[in-house]
């Protein structure tokens, strides 16, 4: 009864309030504009070829692979619902190169290895949408980028590139989760004209193709007015929420050096005649927080180019952005993708900022923090404030890294392993365990768990000196692999330097010192001293036994450009004596080998300047003089000139 006078009143509230509510319930989403993503998923498809040398062979070969790509398009959506569009598309295989391969022939005169580079596509398509979701159907154009390698008997090698024609259908289903943002399954099939090719050699090759795709993709609207009136989905999936962010970046590294002195060359040596080469890498990194404290964090990247030399020739290799394998075209990668979960332990808390590999939020100081999957080595252990980015700093392999820390790595430098790290106030413990490499250098891992594998340790410390903050890192680092030995090589006259004669599960170890120091807030110091036993192969980094490091970064706020940063830095690299006798010999390590050796250490000296374009972007120049590269004093020294173009979001 006393609450019948307000009754009117809260019930015209309730009914004025809950017309808008449900309203607000049936998500509103306007596709049209332009839009653009990137995709990934599984390719392959069948080929029929035929080889004529004259002798005809003929075979079927199915193939595929993980690929990955980019698209982009325009829509116009109806007040219907009915959506109309057009796309353009590109995919790229993956880094390991079987994928690519769509089918090999050989006879006694000719071996023919044909592979894809690139497949893509330009589509119409059409579909009806309904609230978040749109289903679509799609055809028109194919193409495909392909090149064809015919190896004669004497070694020599006949290279084709072709490009052919045919068309594409599909279908898929996408879904608008975000603002301006929306993700899809598609499903796309491509059939190709015939190809034809002759080559020098009168060796002809025909071969017929097809290809099927099934991927995921992720689309960015530009503009258009893509609304989501559903507040609870805008909240989860908003890229400013707390729940998940995405980052982006892209670098072109181009790298050359002058002609010089070199007497003699072996099969890994550094060209003596003038080269240049350039690499472009392009990556994201989509990071979602699932539950409390668990993270996980997906990179897929597209990588091209080639380091000088296809990577070889120096130990301190002067390009961080040059992987061990060459890309003519983009190939797709998953880099990272891994899970990650904290427990905090209460107490004092911290701000973690945003970045690549970490989501922003408040975490407890005291935490212990778990993490397994596949990502690199070098983005849990040996962090530095001032030599640690290629992209953005140093670019020489001893400057980046602890050069003699042989860590596991594939020819991209990732690695699959697991991870743990309690960290307190003024210090923090992290050990971790990798799978190594099956062989030196591959692509590929020993799989036999806790039998083979690599074991991390490292202890940081942060201290205050003169009321500016340090850090020192210490770690230990053993790798249990197949590996051949030095010694055993050189004693056994049979093997003719053939390390992989002598592999067995063996044994490496090694540590490294890492020291950080800020003088000022904008000059910073940096070293590093690392070393292993030398006894055996090198399994996955650089053919270094020991090297040290120091140098200095300083920020341009005194002459009025703070963003901008100068970089100074110099190595000296040493080989071990078993390793150094074994190269001396003829031997070949994973980056050096001249077929002879005038030893001397290896010395680097690195200077550069990044100019701050603006918020994103940022143009460096770098220098870099190499005394003794390879360790021989008989070659160089190099004068390696570098430009790099670096953006983010």
Do not use: C
Not at 580 to 601: E, K, M
């Amino acid at each position: 009864m006393l609450a019948l006078p307000d009754g009117p009143a809260v019930a015209s509230d309730v009914g004025a309030s809950a017309l808008p509510v449900k309203a607000m319930v049936r998500p509103v989403v306007d596709r049209t504009g332009l839009y653009f993503g990137i995709h990934a998923g599984f390719g392959g498809g069948r080929s029929a070829a035929t080889l004529m040398d004259p002798a005809s062979i003929a075979s079927h070969h199915d193939f595929g692979g993980i690929i990955g790509g980019v698209q982009a398009g325009y829509n116009l959506q109806l007040p219907s619902g009915l959506l109309l569009g057009v796309e353009a598309d590109a995919s790229f295989p993956s880094y390991i190169e079987s994928n690519s391969v769509v089918s090999k022939l050989a006879t006694a005169r000719s071996d023919v290895a044909h592979q894809w580079d690139v497949i893509g596509s330009a589509r119409g398509r059409i579909g009806y949408a309904t609230g978040p979701w749109l289903a679509y159907a799609n055809g028109g154009l194919a193409f495909t980028g392909e090149r064809y390698l015919n190896t004669l008997p004497s070694g020599d090698q006949e290279k084709t590139l072709d490009m052919r024609l045919g068309w594409a259908a599909g279908a898929g289903l996408e879904y608008a989760f975000a603002r301006h943002w929306s993700a899809r399954l598609e499903y796309l099939y491509y059939r190709f004209d015939k190809a034809e090719v002759q080559f020098p050699s009168t060796a002809q090759y025909a071969s017929t193709m097809d290809f099927q795709s099934i991927r995921i993709g992720l689309n960015r609207q530009i503009g258009g007015s893509t609304a989501i009136a559903d507040r609870h989905i805008e909240t989860l999936a908003d890229p400013e929420s707390d729940r998940w962010e995405l980052h982006g970046q892209t670098t072109y590294l181009g790298q050359g050096y002058p002609s010089f002195r070199a007497p003699y060359s072996g099969a890994n040596s550094l060209g003596p005649t003038a080269q240049y080469q350039a690499s472009w890498s392009n990556s994201l990194f989509l990071n979602a927080r699932l539950w409390d404290g668990g993270e996980v964090y997906y990179n897929p990247e597209l990588l091209q180019g080639f380091g000088l030399s296809d990577t070889v020739g120096v130990a301190g290799f002067p390009s961080g952005e040059a992987q061990k394998s060459d890309f003519p075209y983009p190939h797709y990668n998953t880099s990272r993708l891994f899970v990650r979960q904290t427990f905090g332990f209460g107490g004092e808390q911290e701000e973690l900022p945003s970045g690549p590999t970490q989501l922003a939020g408040k975490a407890d100081i005291s935490r212990l923090t778990l993490q397994i999957g596949k990502f690199a080595v070098t983005d849990v252990f040996d962090g530095n404030a001032y030599a640690k980015d290629t992209r953005k700093d140093f670019m020489n392999w001893s400057l980046w890294a602890p050069g003699a820390f042989d860590y596991s790595a594939d020819k991209l430098g990732l690695s699959y392993g697991v991870t743990a790290e309690l960290n307190q106030k003024q210090w923090a413990l992290r050990g971790g365990y990798f799978l190594m490499d099956a062989e030196s250098n591959t692509n590929s891992f020993d799989t036999r768990l806790l039998q083979r594998g690599e074991y991390v340790l490292e202890l940081e410390t942060r201290y205050s000196l003169l009321g500016q903050p340090g850090k020192i890192r210490t770690l230990g680092w053993l790798n249990s692999a197949y590996m051949g030995s030095y010694r055993d090589t050189l004693n056994n006259p049979a093997f003719n330097l053939d390390i992989a004669q002598t592999r067995a599960g063996r044994i490496k170890y090694g540590y490294a010192v890492n020291l950080e120091q800020a003088v000022s807030d904008d000059v910073g110091l940096f070293g590093r001293w690392s070393w292993n036993d030398g006894k055996t192969e090198i399994m996955a980094f650089t053919d270094i036994d020991a090297s040290l490091s120091l140098g200095t970064s300083i920020k341009g706020t005194r002459w009025g450009r703070p963003d901008d940063v100068i970089g100074l830095g110099g190595a000296i690299n040493a080989l071990s004596r078993d390793h150094r006798d074994f190269i001396a010999a003829g031997g070949l390590g994973v980056l050096i080998g001249d077929g002879q050796l005038n030893y001397r250490r290896e010395r680097v000296l690195e200077a550069y300047y990044a100019y701050a374009l603006d918020k994103r972007f940022t143009l460096t120049a770098d220098y870099q003089f190499i005394t003794n590269p390879a360790y021989n004093a008989d070659r160089g020294p190099v004068h390696v000139f570098s430009g790099r173009l670096h953006g983010e979001f």
